[in-house]
């Protein structure tokens, strides 16, 4: 995957979120880029993830959401929509963008169609998926206090106020990431 950092810096990815930012969605978005780069620096131990992969993750994570700015429902698509018109990503190679903008715009229960994820790519979206339930639903104070293998498993536990909350939508989210990982993701709380 190509290095995204290359062509875009991580403050004009802030300025974007900070230009799409209503309901402090940036504050979330923020915070599941935080999520997913400590999933990814756990998981790269085991994986041979470039350094493009993970600033494609961080990117993807970052810009999610914009999407909020349109309209809450079908937001997903907004972001699509946004990630491919905002003209400061328009220094992005064409297939850069489009799989920016399809990355971050599967964040939820559906995979861009119109494109198809190389194995990284999936395993990237994964990532992001189970980072994103991680602060759902955006005003949570979670924090990440260890990520480990045992078992044959992903365990994550996790600390703060509606954890519990957290438990179901990780649950929910992490199929993709047992189909493409070949193990479950558990999340326990205390």
């Known amino acids: 995957m ?7 810096t991580e403050n004009e990815v802030l300025k974007i979120i900070k230009k799409y930012d209503i ?7 923020k915070k599941v880029a935080s999520y997913s780069i400590s999933l990814f620096n756990f998981i790269n131990q085991y994986n041979e993830f470039s350094l ?6 961080k990117y993807s994570a970052l810009l999610h959401d914009v999407g909020y ?3 809450k429902e079908n937001h997903h698509k907004h972001t699509k929509y946004i990630i491919l018109e905002e003209p400061i990503l328009d220094k992005l190679p064409d297939k850069t963008r ?4 399809a990355i971050a715009s599967s964040h939820g229960n559906f995979i861009d169609s119109s494109i198809e994820f190389s194995p990284n790519g999936l395993k990237l979206l994964a990532l992001l998926r189970i980072a994103d339930a991680l602060d759902h639903p955006h005003n949570l104070n979670i924090s990440l206090k260890q990520i480990k ?14 954890s519990e909350y957290v438990l179901k939508k ?3 989210k992490s199929d993709l990431f047992s189909k ?3 193990f479950p993701v558990c999340v326990k709380c205390y």
């Open 23 to 29: 309901h402090n969605t940036a504050l979330h978005e």
């Open 52 to 57: 493009g992969d993970r600033n494609f993750l």
């Open 180 to 182: 493409v990982y070949g």
């Open 149 to 162: 293998f045992k078992n044959e498993a992903l365990k994550i536990k996790i600390a703060g106020e509606g």
């Open 69 to 71: 700015f349109i309209h």
């Open 98 to 101: 489009f799989l920016l903008a």
């Open 2 to 8: 190509l290095n995204v950092h290359s062509y875009l």
């Open 170 to 172: 990780v649950k929910k």
